[in-house]
Nanobody, 113 residues
């Protein structure tokens, strides 16, 4: 089993910055990629950014140039700059394995106008 714990969410003004962390533990050897997703009220969950074990990175168009995903050992980070009110959502950490997907419990990010 894989356990994911997110942290770093909070309230920030538009234009500000926030850094999210996702600590993974358990059967990490089975994980091929990790990433961040978000879900705003009344909307579907959407991909924000992913990073593979080989270092390949992908961003949603809406966050490209503002967000940066990185990884050190078993922790994945999401640096969020120039935050906008539309970034307000619950952010979820994801770990993609060969046969299973694992999810954290989510951390709330609120951006005020």
């Amino acid at each position: 089993q894989v356990r994911l714990v997110e942290s770093g969410g909070g309230l920030v003004q538009a234009g500000g910055s926030l850094r999210l962390s996702c600590a993974a533990s358990g059967s990490i050897f089975s994980i091929n990629a990790m990433g961040w997703y978000r879900q705003a009220p009344g909307k579907q969950r959407e991909l924000v950014a992913t990073i593979t074990s080989g270092g390949s990175i992908n961003y949603a168009d809406s966050v490209k140039g503002r967000f940066t995903i990185s990884q050190r050992k078993d922790t994945v980070y999401l640096q969020m700059n120039s935050l906008k009110p539309e970034d307000t959502a619950v952010y979820y950490c994801n770990a993609h394995g060969r046969y299973y997907d694992y999810w954290g419990q989510g951390t709330q990010v609120t951006v005020s106008s």
